[in-house]
């Protein structure tokens, strides 16, 4: 049903649409110049979808004939708008991509990519449509508790699977840097560039917390890939398994407790955690079991109070955009941010 | 006045439901539109608030600064101590207070830096910031976008 509903909302064709008929004609040059053997090239079903607050999302088919033999392929063009949420670069992203399609990690094979966006209009990515729903919700969906408990579970293979990528035999140290031990440290310094950047007023409530997060910052143990924005609302789930995990714009190489303090943050547990059955102490046991090491509990609340600095830096990205006429989408300050990340530094100072 | 503003809030509100709506619905732009919408309603809801708002935390944010004084370096408790003499702005003035809280949260944000984390200053900074976000009159209204592609059915 939800299925059904997705096709009906989000792939209404708009026939004679200017806009359409323009990306039509570019991603027929674009993939016609990287198909070079291709006869009968044909693009078919081009839709602009709903959704994505970083990203413009065009679904189509994309059929022809070369020595090889028929090819008909769902694609997803993802393609940089000229403002969002996010500022981040699709030769990154398309590297991880490639480099996990050797790995049993879910994420839909990239095809193409427009690093410089002189071909499609601004930076794309082209990958493989995966089956799936989108539900940021998922976990506390309507879903039956065991199906949810299963899925929760589920995205919690996901997690340590990212983690044990090989990323050094994979070469993606090409094009990640390692940070090393510093990994919280090279956060910091990545985010509080965006802030500086982003920020239209003084926000001496993120200056109180990013001194507290540079005082506290610890070592990383070791470095593993990190997604950067891990959730529910990052994934497609076809029946009650997990298809493939979407968004790696914010991929790097880090601290293996980052995606685990995004997931537990107190924040965003309505999207994370299933109260009573899936909480944070539920993830970490299941988290530690998986890979056989111990989450410190201070050392996780740092990633916490990181989640939600880091989620309020890009929130105020979202108001620049905005303001700047860029983003579609209105945010407000994130006082909802404060409040949380005040309380939790509060009951680490008190232990 | 009329339409008073929040007349106009809700006719505008009630217009690009009725109106505009039908004419992008099942497209991306009918997403946007329900979230331009629903910050409308917040806006028409939550404006009356925003100059009370700014008065107090100007006020409030002043007297915290006052406070923290000897906690900061000489050159800092200088600025601070001026505080005092700077002229009030028109009351009714919102473009005035809005300029007057950003030159007062810069001066917190320099003080705040600059004290001993374990400070009574400190606390009382950090106190009033837990205030000022529990009184912000502005919510962000959730308009989550379905974000991800439609499904092929052949897939």
Redesign the interface.
């Known amino acids: 049903m939800a299925?059904r509903a997705?096709?009906?909302?989000?792939?209404?064709s708009?026939p004679g649409n200017r806009a359409n008929g323009e990306m039509a004609r570019l991603l027929e040059q674009f993939i016609r110049a990287r198909l070079p053997a291709a006869e009968d090239l044909r693009l078919e079903g081009l839709?602009?979808?709903?959704?994505?607050?970083s990203r413009e999302?065009w679904?189509f088919?994309a059929s022809w004939r070369d020595p090889a033999g028929t090819h008909?392929v769902?694609l997803?063009l993802r393609r940089d708008p000229a403002g969002g949420l996010l500022v981040t670069v699709r030769r990154e992203e398309f590297a991880v991509l490639k480099a996990l399609e050797s790995t049993p990690v879910a994420a839909p094979p990239a095809l193409w990519i427009d690093d410089d966006g002189s071909a499609l209009g601004s930076p794309s990515l082209i990958m493989r449509?995966?089956?799936?729903?989108?539900d940021?919700f998922v976990l506390n969906s309507e879903r039956p508790e065991a199906v949810r408990l299963a899925l929760a579970y589920n995205f919690l293979e996901l997690l340590v699977q990212i983690q044990e990528v090989d990323w050094r035999g994979l070469g993606l140290d090409a094009a990640l840097k390692d940070p090393g031990p510093d990994a919280a440290s090279a956060e910091l310094d990545r985010w509080e560039a965006e802030l500086r950047r982003v920020a239209l007023?003084?926000?001496?409530?993120l200056?109180?917390v990013l001194?507290?997060l540079r005082?506290h910052a610890r070592p990383a143990r070791w470095t593993v890939l990190v997604h950067g924005d891990f959730k529910p609302?990052?994934a497609?789930v076809d029946g009650d398994r997990i298809s493939t995990m979407?968004d790696w714009e914010t991929a790097h190489l880090g601290d293996p407790l980052e995606d685990l303090g995004w997931i537990t943050n107190p924040v965003r547990a309505r999207e994370h955690q299933i109260q009573g059955l899936w909480e944070r102490a539920d993830i970490v046991a299941a988290y530690s079991a998986a890979t056989g090491h111990s989450v410190d509990e201070e050392e996780l609340t740092w990633w916490n109070v990181f989640s939600c600095w880091k989620l309020a830096v890009i929130?105020l990205t979202g108001i620049h955009a905005f303001v700047a006429g860029t983003f579609?989408?209105?945010?407000?300050?994130?006082?909802?941010l404060?409040?949380a990340m005040?309380?939790m530094i509060?009951s680490e100072e008190s232990r | 006045m009329r339409p008073t503003i929040g007349e106009q809030l809700d006719g505008t509100c009630r217009v690009l439901e009725a109106v505009v709506a039908p004419e992008v619905a099942g497209t991306p732009a009918a997403d946007v539109l329900n979230g331009l919408v629903k910050n409308l309603r917040m806006l028409r809801t939550n404006w009356p608030a925003v100059l009370p708002f700014l008065h107090w935390d100007n006020e409030t944010t002043a007297a915290v600064l006052m406070r923290s004084a000897s906690s900061v370096p000489d050159h800092l408790a200088r600025r601070i101590e001026t505080l005092d003499a700077d002229p009030t702005p028109d009351i009714l003035d919102v473009v005035a207070a809005q300029e007057r809280n950003d030159e007062l949260r810069a001066l917190l944000s320099e003080a705040v830096l600059a004290m001993d984390t374990a400070s009574a200053a400190h606390a009382d900074i950090v106190a009033h910031l837990v205030a000022r976000a529990g009184r912000y009159p502005l919510r962000s209204v959730p308009a989550v976008p379905r974000p991800h592609p439609a499904p092929d059915p052949s897939c």
């Open positions: 299925r997705m096709e009906a909302e989000d792939s209404v708009l839709a602009r979808t709903s959704g994505g607050l999302n679904v088919r008909d769902p997803i449509r995966i089956n799936g729903e989108c940021w007023e003084p926000v001496p409530e200056e109180v001194r507290w005082e609302g990052n497609l979407l929130v579609d989408w209105v945010h407000q300050s994130p006082t909802w404060v409040r005040l309380r509060d």
